[in-house]
């Protein structure tokens, strides 16, 4: 989009994303009274904008939207500007609420805007009503965690954890206790699957690892990372994640789990309760 008309939709745009809602609310109703930008003069337009809602810097604005509006060719009505700005509001508002956000654990900087992994995991399955997906390679020192999980099996959350197991139980884990031992507490309330040796292609002498990191909560938002359900992982490891907000994509993540998961095709299998 080119000229007066493409620069209209680009304040437009921009606005939508800064402007509270109550604002784009109460400007709407303004501009939908309004034939043409050329209909009244700019003071009395800018006036009435910022009366209708006042705010910091809204005649700035106000003055930028009138301005573009007023240089439109062809000229465009005010219901028109009134529905490209909800409409770009409605937009933004959504990108927004699918925002991802960065989460460490560790050394911290001053360079973003981040959280913490362990607070991250416990708000996730605190707000969790449905389902909740846990993949972790290791896991034990985590009984915040153990908490939430008790709680959401109390709510009638359905959990399914898939973890890692050790060497004498097919898996790569080091040691003689697999991942599974640090949900004990949950044993009877929650479905545990794991990747059975047979089912795992060979890697030189060794076997393939199960070695992803997740927590999907209500196949809305999901944690995926670098960090293993573990005290030190949640703590003082160097450790980076990203939240996904985005239904479609976590969706996905959650139904290619589940094809894993499936009795007769799959390449996980849950262990008996």
């Known amino acids: 989009m080119t000229g007066a008309v493409g620069d209209l939709a680009s304040v437009i745009a921009d606005l939508a994303g800064r402007l509270p809602s109550g604002h784009v ?3 709407a109703r303004v501009l939908r009274s309004v034939p043409s930008g050329r209909a009244v003069s700019t003071p009395a337009l800018e006036a009435r904008l910022i009366e209708a809602r006042p705010g910091f ?3 700035g ?18 219901a028109a500007v009134a529905l490209a700005l909800e409409s770009a509001a409605y937009v933004a508002a959504r990108v927004e609420a699918r925002r991802g956000d960065v989460v460490i654990s560790g050394p911290a900087s001053d360079s973003a805007a981040v959280r913490l992994t362990s607070s991250v995991i416990s708000e996730l399955i605190h707000d969790c009503r449905e389902s909740l997906l846990v993949v972790s390679f290791a896991a034990f020192g985590v009984p915040e965690v153990v908490r939430e999980l008790k709680a959401a099996v109390r709510r009638g959350v359905r ?25 004990a507490e949950i044993r009877r309330n929650a479905t545990f699957w794991v990747w059975p040796a047979a089912r795992r292609p060979a890697v030189g002498a060794s076997r393939a690892a199960l070695h992803a990191k997740l927590i999907a909560a209500d196949e809305r938002v999901a944690l995926i990372g670098s960090a293993n359900l573990t005290d030190k992982a949640l703590a003082v490891n160097l450790e980076l994640g990203v939240i996904i907000r985005d239904p479609d994509i976590v969706g996905g993540i959650v139904r290619h789990f589940r094809v894993l998961m499936e009795p007769s095709s799959g390449t996980l299998e849950p262990l008996p309760a």
């Open 159 to 183: 959990i399914d954890l898939v973890l890692e197991t050790t060497a004498d139980e097919g898996g790569t884990l080091r040691g003689h206790v697999g991942a599974a031992a640090a949900f």
């Open 57 to 59: 810097a809204m005649a």
């Open 25 to 27: 609310i109460a400007w």
């Open 61 to 78: 604005a106000a003055a930028r939207l009138i301005a573009a509006w007023q240089a439109a060719e062809p000229p465009v009505s005010g």
